[in-house]
């Protein structure tokens, strides 16, 4: 017996504009606003040479980062953790995290938040000013 598919369930990261607010190039494109998933969200991530995303913690969901290009460096709760390309990453609940590219190219991960919190808003807790504060957060909240 075949399911149908009743809902998009394949999102390009190139149809997803990108966030910068807190560094790098984010574009969120499975979450609860693009394909109506209820279980978590995720997407992908470019980091040019240099550049970060400032620390924060996610006080309702597990993070897992995989690097797929690049050189980074995660600080967990102030811990240092060197990554590579094909290296995989559990940011647990309630950890500050600060993500920097340390290589001399761009860096490129994908990225799963999981489970979401009760309302968007409360999903996400910045412990350093926002590269970017004008800058509205990532929408993962439902369609609309």
């Known amino acids: 017996m075949t399911t149908a598919i009743t809902r998009t369930v ?12 807190r560094g790098g190039d984010l574009r969120v494109t499975l979450s ?28 309702y969901s597990e993070e897992f980062l995989h690097v797929v290009d690049g050189e980074l460096t995660m600080t967990l709760d102030g811990e240092p953790i060197g990554l590579a390309a094909g290296d995989s990453l559990l940011v647990p609940i309630g950890v ?7 290589g001399h190219t761009a860096a490129r991960c994908a ?3 999981s489970p979401l919190a009760p309302r968007p808003e409360l999903g ?8 970017r504060p004008e800058e509205a957060n990532p929408d993962v909240s439902g369609a609309s």
Request: aromatic letters at 6%; proline letters at 7%; a negative charge.
């Open 96 to 102: 500050r995290h600060r993500l920097v590219n340390t």
């Open 10 to 21: 394949k999102v390009s990261a190139g149809e997803v504009a990108p966030n910068t607010k």
């Open 124 to 131: 996400h807790v910045d412990t350093e000013e926002a590269q």
């Open 32 to 59: 609860p606003r693009t394909v109506g998933c209820t279980s978590g969200f995720g997407g992908v991530l470019t980091l040019e040479p240099g550049d970060f995303v400032t620390e924060h913690y996610h006080p």
């Open 111 to 113: 990225f799963h938040l």
